[in-house]
């Protein structure tokens, strides 16, 4: 149990145009779900907090316009970015906190690689 | 704000040999998970420690908490190549999985 799905897994995309990636929490709910970044040879860094029915809280630094989050259903959650940049180029990773059920635990997609021309 | 350290931050060690990857971190937490990523791939949850002095054992893998100390130790045994990868702890202030707080990784390379 506790599978995340990403999709899609890669996109490459010209700059100025946006793109959308899905979260899915495959066999379980999720009213909270988060969306990482991810550069190469680094850390993850949390982008965003996403929380089912409400607004996502973004960590500072974060362009809430550009990185629009829609946490619409217990199993969706989508990060839209806008008018995409090169520097938006990056490994974008998504989880899905478990409940009590599943021990407290975030449950982490597989990511999207974004490249953007 | 807390900060998690890794150290080393790279590790090139011998088959059959044994190493440990230290993780300290600067405030109090009772929670902490270890994780594996492979190159291109996302995250492989390994352990996840709970309370102080906590231990948990997969493989040539063995994990440990000392909340005390503010650390964690992931001990290798006998390395073999299968265990090239990064390896991330990350500390959860939330206790609840609300909110984790990744070291910067421990880039391990097991050589024949």
């Known amino acids: 149990g506790a599978v995340v799905s990403q999709h899609p897994s890669w996109v490459i995309c010209k700059s100025g145009t946006s793109v959308k990636i899905e979260c899915r929490s495959l066999?379980?709910?999720?009213?909270?779900m988060f969306w990482y970044r991810q550069f190469p040879k680094q850390s993850l860094m949390l982008m965003a907090t996403?929380?089912?029915?409400?607004?996502?809280?973004?960590e500072q630094g974060v362009e809430k316009d550009k990185f629009l989050i829609n946490h619409a259903s217990l199993t969706l959650s989508t990060l839209t970015v806008t008018s995409a940049h090169p520097e938006d180029s990056s490994f974008y990773i998504c989880s899905a906190r478990g409940d009590r059920g599943h021990g407290y635990e975030q449950y982490f997609g597989p990511g999207t690689r974004l490249t953007v021309t | 704000e807390l900060k998690v350290e890794q150290n080393p931050l790279f590790l090139s060690m011998q088959e059959g040999k044994n190493y440990t990857i230290y993780c300290n971190y600067s405030t109090t937490s009772d929670r902490l998970y270890w994780y594996r990523q492979d190159p291109g791939k996302s995250l492989e949850s390994l352990f996840v420690l709970l309370s102080n002095g906590a231990v948990k054992q997969e493989g040539r893998l063995m994990a440990s908490l000392d909340t005390k100390a503010r650390l964690s130790t992931l001990h290798i045994t006998a390395a073999v190549h299968d265990l090239s990868a990064t390896y991330f702890c990350a500390v959860d202030l939330s206790g609840s999985a609300r909110q984790l707080t990744f070291g910067s990784g421990t880039q391990l390379t097991v050589l024949p």
């Open positions: 996403s929380n089912e029915g409400s607004k996502a809280t973004y």
């Open positions: 066999d379980f709910q999720a009213t909270t």
